[in-house]
């Protein structure tokens, strides 16, 4: 099966401007994570996704920070303004919601931000 | 609240040494524990997994890890080092198998020389 999918993969832009990263997950899964990784750092949970709902987004700077699951199948997060501390690995996770191995997060590839 | 903390940022082996990789948890309730590993410029990919089943857990690549409540532990080994087996190691803890977020801890950064 496909893997979860994420673009784009780099992404450059100057603190006050805006960007948006897309996912689409593996088909059927039904649960969807947007994590932050600082470089050094572990991944922490921005937002948490079942279908289409929120689940979980206490740790989402509401401020700046937006994602939107529309149809419950792909994924969109956008920041704006961006300030320097975005910069990071934006990490797009999806699970299954019934059935085997439903413990296991998949993961794409990350989509890096630079904010200069 | 839940929590991992992983014992040393970077670990360095010689190859066919032996592996330790530290996580010590911190649950209010019975933890599900994964530990995944992430390789350059890629995302992160599941190496082994705890969900009450038995203590010791085989993974992927020769990888294995042993649940100690008693210790809180939950500490990765590999008996013989692979060059290939350089890369980040995350410990993750989560509230249950389905549906909650893991939480990572901060990685190990795994070096292996000739």
């Known amino acids: 099966e496909a893997g979860v999918a994420q673009s784009p993969r780099y992404k450059i832009i100057e603190k006050r401007q805006s960007v948006a990263f897309w996912c689409n997950p593996i088909?059927?899964?039904?649960?969807l994570y947007w994590y932050q990784q600082i470089l050094g750092q572990g991944p922490k949970l921005l937002i948490q996704?079942?279908?289409?709902?929120?689940?979980?987004d206490s740790q989402l700077p509401k401020d700046r920070f937006s994602a939107e699951r529309l149809k419950g199948v792909d994924s969109t997060l956008k920041i704006q303004p961006a300030k320097l501390e975005d910069s990071a690995v934006y990490l797009c996770?999806?699970?299954?919601?019934?059935?085997?191995?439903?413990?296991?997060?998949?993961f794409g590839e990350g989509s890096r931000l630079t904010v200069l | 609240a839940q929590s991992v903390t992983q014992l040393g940022s970077h670990v360095s082996v010689s190859e066919g040494a032996l592996v330790l990789l530290r996580c010590n948890y911190s649950s209010s309730v019975p933890p599900y524990l994964f530990w995944y590993v992430q390789y350059p410029n890629q995302g992160l990919q599941l190496l082994l997994k705890?969900?009450?089943?038995?203590?010791l857990v085989k993974g992927i690549n020769g990888f294995e890890a042993e649940f100690k409540k008693s210790e809180t532990s939950f500490h990765l080994t590999k008996p013989s080092a692979h060059m290939s087996d350089a890369a980040e190691y995350f410990c993750a803890v989560s509230r249950s198998q389905a549906g909650t977020a893991l939480i990572f801890g901060k990685g190990t950064t795994l070096s292996v020389s000739s």
């Open positions: 996704f079942q279908n289409n709902g929120v689940v979980d």
């Open positions: 705890y969900t009450s089943a038995a203590t």
């Open positions: 996770a999806s699970r299954r919601l019934r059935g085997r191995n439903t413990g296991e997060l998949f």
């Open positions: 088909s059927g899964h039904a649960t």
